[in-house]
């Protein structure tokens, strides 16, 4: 059973930093993308970053380029996110998520962000 | 890297039909067969309906379907359940590991 479990959300202040993990279990880690995608609350789900298997492919959205970093241990079946120079309008629900081409198969629960003062 | 165009709300009356669209561009949903489909209940996390245009995960009922025309994508629900309604979202791949999200439609069964 595919199972995907975030941790590291919390309340920060703005200008400040969070690194969010995803534990991976129940598939071959290393064999897929991963993503982090959000959602503000009451809004909709935004893309944030993706990162290939071998996590040599990256790539992140514009409202977060410069800011975030993606990456990846594959020995430890583990995503990062590692979040700086935090704004409110980062505050969101994060969600890891196993990732093919035509969709997201798999969502973990999703961990709170909150930027705030 | 703009937000899919989806209506905002839609409705129907159980054992009716639905259809939500889901407009892009031809770097996204005309671009590539990667259109994705997910329903969100309040609280929950997405859940995948729809991938690769008009494939349906193991579990999914066929009463959901997708197909696409030129950029813009469509989700289909059939003999609409009162357990069917919720928020669903479009998804399109737009190349070099960028997704794209639609805006949201909640859908409504009256």
């Known amino acids: 059973e595919v199972q995907l479990l975030e941790s590291g959300g919390g309340l920060v202040q703005p200008g400040g930093s969070l690194r969010l993990s995803c534990a991976a279990s129940?598939?071959?880690?290393?064999?897929?993308?991963m993503s982090w995608v959000r959602q503000a609350p009451g809004k909709g789900l935004e893309w944030v970053s993706a990162?290939?298997?071998?996590?040599?492919?990256?790539h992140y959205a514009d409202s977060v380029k410069g800011r975030f970093t993606i990456s990846r241990d594959n020995s430890k079946n583990t995503l990062c996110l590692q979040m700086n120079s935090l704004r409110a309008e980062d505050t969101a629900v994060y969600y890891c998520?196993?990732?093919?081409?035509?969709?997201?198969?798999?969502w973990g629960q999703g961990t709170l962000v909150t930027v705030s003062s | 890297q703009s937000a899919l165009t989806q209506p905002r709300s839609v409705s129907g009356s159980p054992g009716q039909s639905v259809t939500i669209s889901c407009t892009g561009t031809s770097s996204d949903v005309g671009g590539y067969n990667y259109v994705s489909w997910y329903q969100q209940h309040p609280g929950k996390a997405p859940k995948l309906m729809i991938y690769?245009?008009?494939k349906r995960p193991s579990g999914v009922p066929d009463r959901f379907s997708g197909s696409k025309s030129g950029n813009t994508a469509s989700l289909t629900i059939s003999g609409l359940q009162t357990e069917d309604e919720a928020d669903y979202y479009c998804?399109?791949?737009?190349?070099?590991?960028?997704?794209?999200f639609g805006e949201g439609t909640k859908l409504t069964v009256l």
């Open positions: 129940g598939f071959t880690f290393s064999n897929y993308a």
């Open positions: 690769d245009v008009n």
């Open positions: 998520a196993k990732t093919l081409y035509g969709g997201v198969d798999y």
């Open positions: 998804c399109s791949y737009a190349g070099t590991y960028i997704w794209v």
């Open positions: 990162i290939g298997g071998g996590g040599g492919s990256i």
